[in-house]
């Protein structure tokens, strides 16, 4: 638990689709730019309970404020996947996610390959 007087520092974040929280949005972090995904899954009906995690190559502004229909294929490598309740919003779910969870998820993708 945090200390009362710890700010949390949020990462802001760009994001498209909606749905209770972004289901698709781009973080940029230490010079790396990170995709994640929630897809629809029509099996079960709902999304998916996992965010896949893409590294993207440097993308411009134009891009990011664009259409995302092109990201796909800028990817540079699937980096892996961390659920959905392992990412921590800001309490708008549509500005930032807390640097610590980034790092969190990050560092366990590094662990897991």
Not at 2 to 31: A, G, M, Q
């Amino acid at each position: 638990m945090k200390n009362s007087k710890e700010r949390i520092k949020y990462i802001p974040i760009k994001y498209r689709e909606f749905y209770d929280i972004p289901r698709l949005f781009i973080v940029r972090y230490c010079e790396n730019t990170f995709l994640f995904v929630c897809e629809f899954d029509e099996y079960i009906d709902d999304y998916s309970n996992q965010y896949n995690i893409y590294k993207l190559k440097q993308i411009d502004n134009e891009i990011m404020n664009g259409d995302w229909n092109t990201l796909y294929n800028k990817h540079i490598k699937i980096l892996g996947n961390a659920y959905v309740n392992e990412i921590c919003f800001d309490e708008t779910k549509r500005k930032g996610i807390e640097e610590s969870c980034l790092i969190n998820i990050l560092k366990k993708i590094q662990e897991n390959k």
